[in-house]
């Protein structure tokens, strides 16, 4: 087993402790560890109402909105983080800019392109995610650069694609599906919430859940018990490789383009809401409530220094200082 | 005894021979690119063109060795390329208005490094993402000092990159310098060993009686040193400042330390092969510049390279392993027979 202190910071985590009369210390603890982010999400939530001028409900109905997109590469990045081992996965903004790039080109503004797109996106990320776990385990790559790596090469795609194919745009269903609103609330965050709990289950519940937190904390207990751990990570960057391409498909339908930029914060906003959430970003210990909670967090906070329109500087200091200080607060539990 | 004496001597002659097959991949990489573009643009390959090309690369090793402290002491640094950025952005607002103060602060900051050690050790935090969240405070500080690029840093920067040294030009003194001083400090002094147990075996170093949060902070002391370095020689090569100036070199710094020789798992550092991997790294831009290969496919290039090294390294280490235990078998096999 590898150790890695950047990790794992300095392996007081209480998910590693073991012991059977720590399971109760533990079910609390594990609990409390999203705690943070859920009542920094509240504060800034009223925060943000109250400064800018939206109400509550504005506020949470734009809030829901652009956090169900973060969320949704936060439960992608949550799978390959919680498979543990150094496990991680930076790859993820490249592929969404390549998805969105092939989608929109495709769709062109049609609705009958819509399914043809929604493959292609599978496509991508599938293939994406294979070539991270493959590059990882066949050519024993470190993750964090194998999958930057990867990254890279998909960008120059990217760039190439932009180049030559036309842009086109998001069909009209898309856009529909993610302005539309069904008693004030955002159809596409209502889904996303649904997303969360169904991802929730497969993480808790499901084999491949069990399996990948298992992998997670130890890969030797894992192989004892007939799991197998490269498979299993295998599934994961595949799983996370999918998230990323279909977060493109609808990060193009919200933005109603694509850009070369469009998708630059996800790539440590994946990471950020993982671990702000509660999850061990050493993995084994998986938290989708914790997302969600983080996501929330985050998008609200950017809201927030948006709306006193502070410098640019502020606003990466406030956005940096407000990781910190959660981190501080989580890791000291 | 002297059976003994011939097993030690064995065991010397085999770590001896096991280091080279590991610490020759960076120079093996170095010297291919270098190759190459001697092959392709002779120039290069003056004492002008070297300077010309080697200045451009020193931000990139120092980072390097900023990034190596850190990842001596177990953890990495995700917000170097900011803190570069900050320090560049330092000596073009402050440094020449106030020298004084820009001094102050130059010092100041590797104090902070210091104490992210320090919080590290203490509150057991992942210095993944701590790095992480404070580059984005470096970042943020940088943009309020210099809101768009600009801003001119103090001459005697400039030219203290601009020296006309005998025969060998400035950069490779600089590197050469840097790299045996690292060496030195780190693999051959007392302290140094000390600095390295800690990062490899946090628990052990505390049983032996090694202040474990002290050592990290002199690593990170380092790691501040040599980011604060970084900065100023970007300064000195640019000539103004430039808050994102340093964000590109981050993750060449950590694939410097690995491709180097480096481990992820802290305690195992090369600092001279660390050198030769992020001259190499430098190098292969300029490289694909003089193949004429668009710049859509360069990053793309670039990352096709990185994992070519790495996993060159990687298969070199398993030859060296299969060697050593090679070497081993046949010795436990002499000895059983004798």
């Not at chain 1, 560890?33 to 939206?54: E, S």
């Not at chain 1, 109400?55 to 949704?72: D, P, R």
């Not at chain 2, 600009?150 to 920067?157: D, E, F, K, S, T």
């Not at chain 2, 430098?282 to 990352?303: K, M, P, Q, R, V």
Request: aromatic share 6%; net charge positive.
């Amino acid at each position: 087993m590898m150790r890695m202190n950047w990790l794992l910071g300095r392996r007081r985590d209480v998910g590693r402790s073991g012991g059977a009369d720590t399971t109760g210390a533990l079910a609390v603890l594990s609990g409390k560890r999203w705690l943070p982010a859920l009542v920094g999400a509240f504060v800034v939530w009223i925060l943000t109402a109250v400064i800018a001028g939206h109400g509550l409900l504005g506020t949470l109905q734009e809030g829901l909105l652009v956090a169900g997109l973060l969320v949704v590469v936060g439960i992608g990045e949550l799978f390959v983080i919680t498979a543990g081992n150094g496990n991680i996965d930076l790859s993820i903004p490249y592929v969404m800019t390549l998805t969105a790039y092939l989608t929109s080109s495709v769709m062109n503004g049609r609705n009958s392109a819509l399914p043809v797109s929604i493959l292609i996106a599978l496509a991508v990320g599938c293939a994406v995610g294979l070539v991270n776990a493959c590059v990882i385990m066949v050519f024993q790559v470190p993750p964090l650069i194998a999958t930057l790596a990867v990254g890279f090469i998909v960008d120059t795609v990217v760039l190439l694609r932009q180049q030559t194919g036309g842009v086109g745009s998001a069909s009209p269903i898309l856009v529909k599906f993610m302005s539309a609103r069904v008693i004030g609330l955002p159809i596409f965050g209502v889904a996303i919430l649904a997303v969360g709990v169904a991802a929730h289950f497969v993480l808790q519940r499901s084999a491949f859940g069990r399996a990948v937190q298992a992998v997670g904390q130890s890969r030797e207990a894992a192989r004892l018990v007939q799991l197998r751990p490269r498979l299993v990570t295998l599934e994961a960057y595949v799983v996370c490789g999918l998230c990323a391409s279909l977060d493109g498909l609808l990060l193009n339908g919200y933005a109603g383009g694509p850009s070369l930029d469009m998708a630059s914060t996800y790539q440590l906003g994946a990471i950020a809401v993982v671990v702000l959430g509660g999850s061990l970003i050493g993995g084994g210990k998986s938290n989708v409530a914790g997302v969600w909670a983080a996501s929330l967090f985050l998008t609200f906070l950017v809201t927030l220094v948006a709306v006193t329109s502070a410098a640019a500087g502020v606003q990466d200091i406030v956005e940096g200082g407000v990781i910190v200080g959660v981190l501080a607060l989580v890791a000291s539990h | 005894m002297l059976a003994h004496r011939r097993e030690t001597l064995a065991a010397a002659r085999r770590r001896a021979a096991q280091v080279p097959v590991k610490a020759i991949v960076p120079f093996v990489f170095l010297g291919a690119v270098v190759a190459a573009m001697g092959a392709i643009e002779p120039y290069a390959l003056t004492y002008s063109g070297l300077t010309l090309l080697l200045v451009g690369a020193l931000p990139l090793v120092f980072g390097t060795m900023s990034q190596l402290f850190t990842m001596a002491a177990g953890d990495i640094d995700l917000g170097l390329g900011a803190f570069i950025g900050l320090i560049n952005a330092l000596s073009a607002v402050v440094l020449r208005s106030h020298p004084f103060y820009g001094g102050l602060l130059l010092v100041a900051s590797i104090g902070v490094y210091v104490l992210m050690g320090l919080f590290i050790g203490v509150r057991h935090v992942p210095s993944l993402v701590l790095t992480f969240g404070l580059g984005s405070v470096w970042l943020g500080i940088a943009l309020i000092l210099l809101p768009t690029p600009g801003g001119i840093v103090p001459p005697a920067l400039v030219t203290a990159l601009n020296e006309q040294t005998p025969l060998v030009p400035e950069p490779i003194l600089i590197c050469v310098v840097l790299a045996v001083l690292c060496y030195w400090f780190l693999m051959r002094t007392r302290l140094g060993v000390q600095l390295r147990a800690v990062g490899a075996n946090p628990e052990a170093a505390d049983r032996a009686g090694i202040s474990v949060i002290g050592r990290r902070a002199i690593l990170f002391a380092g790691s501040g040193l040599m980011g604060v370095m970084a900065g100023l020689v970007l300064s000195g090569e640019s000539g103004s400042g430039d808050p994102n100036g340093g964000s590109s070199l981050l993750l060449l710094t950590i694939a410097a330390v690995i491709v180097g020789g480096g481990e992820f798992t802290g305690g195992e550092v090369d600092p001279i092969g660390a050198v030769a991997a992020a001259l190499a790294l430098s190098l292969l831009t300029s490289l694909l510049d003089f193949l004429n290969i668009s710049a859509n496919y360069e990053i793309g290039t670039e990352g096709l390279v990185l994992l070519v090294a790495v996993a060159l390294r990687i298969t070199s280490k398993w030859l060296s392993g299969g060697l050593a235990r090679t070497t081993q078998t046949a010795e436990g096999i002499r000895g059983a027979t004798q």
